[in-house]
């Protein structure tokens, strides 16, 4: 379907962009005549008055938060999209209470999270963010870093079995790791398609495996998932990577895990990380020379993003047609 016959059909909507997304979501958008805001400035602070004053029908987020007073400010409000996977930034709850939708773009960004998964597991083992600073300081350092252990034949533990995680596992098997999980929905045919093996305890995955991979949503049931127990039942030296939500991990029993079982962390996401536009993030982590991080960036690919941004014109194309919500969550 070309743009003249787009245009034929759809009834433009005032859409409020409160994010950085790639420009192709606008190029798009404005092709269709709507009605189009673009402010990645915008803060959870600042969204109920820019919601007031621009009076969308549709607002389209990525990182920025979507209280109860963005979603009450504005009485024309009828779909909010989240430019990603996970819906826990958004107030569902009032969102529901107030009949507003609420969509996602799943399977969008999966890929690109999972192959910065696997740069965090290669450098956690290869030290390569430890040689890189002691090089920028003119120390060479090949005795101390010449101890990795390797990949190949190691225990990958993957927590949580969705899209993410199934990438994550296709490239595994590529390395020659051994793959178990724990998840609450598990078919039997993944085993055989990804070679994975279901265990039925958390536990086990912490006492099984070199290498965990953390791959679950936001929720009061994931909230500190990985606590002292989980870390207590780990393996002395092993690798744990989180590029899923920062709350999943008690960082507290992180930190003394790292200190009393040489634990070799990798990190794109902590519980109280500072909001995108921030520019300082004071953490208790930051001293530990075990820990790697990256800065929230798993999706943040040229790749996720050109996909999201085409979901997200999807889905409000959709809508504009005919009310239709793609991809809904409410």
């Known amino acids: 379907m070309n743009s003249a016959d787009l245009n034929a059909i759809l009834h433009p909507v005032n859409i409020l962009i409160a994010d950085k997304l790639h420009p192709m979501t606008q190029n798009h958008l404005e092709k269709s005549l709507h009605t189009l805001t673009v402010d990645p400035e915008i803060t959870a602070d600042t969204l109920p008055d820019c919601l007031k004053q621009s009076q969308a029908d549709v607002l389209v987020v990525r990182s920025t938060k979507v209280n109860e007073a963005a979603l009450t400010a504005n009485s024309q409000l009828k779909l909010v999209i989240r430019a990603g996977a996970g819906y826990d930034t958004i107030d569902v709850s009032t969102a529901k209470e107030r009949g507003i939708a609420v969509a996602i ?52 533990g993957l927590i949580g079995f969705g899209s993410i995680a199934k990438e994550v596992a296709k490239r595994g098997k590529a390395f020659g790791v051994t793959m178990v999980t724990h998840t609450r929905h598990f078919l039997q045919s993944d085993a055989t398609d990804y070679h994975v093996t279901h265990l039925d305890s958390l536990l086990e995955v912490a006492k099984q495996s070199d290498i965990i991979s953390i791959h679950v949503s936001a ?17 002395p030296n092993a690798l744990l990577i989180n590029t899923s939500r920062g709350s999943v991990i008690d960082e507290t ?69 005919d009310n239709t919500v793609l991809n809904a969550v409410l």
């Open 253 to 321: 029993a992180l930190k003394h895990g790292i200190q009393e079982k040489n634990l070799q962390v990798g990190l794109d996401v902590f519980a109280n990380e500072p909001n995108a536009n921030a520019t300082e993030f004071d953490c208790h982590l930051a001293s530990l020379n075990s820990v790697s991080v990256t800065h929230h960036i798993g999706a943040s690919t040229e790749q996720a993003q050109q996909a999201v941004a085409l979901e997200v014109v999807r889905i409000i194309e959709q809508f504009a047609q």
């Open 105 to 156: 773009c799943p399977r969008k960004n999966s890929i690109a999270v999972a192959e910065l998964v696997w740069a965090h597991i290669l450098n956690c083992d290869r030290r390569i963010t430890d040689q890189t600073a002691d090089f920028r300081e003119g120390r060479w350092s090949k005795q101390k870093y010449s101890k990795a252990r390797g990949i190949f034949g190691c225990t990958l």
């Open 219 to 235: 929720s009061s049931q994931s909230n500190h998932l990985i606590d002292a127990t989980f870390i207590d039942a780990m393996k």
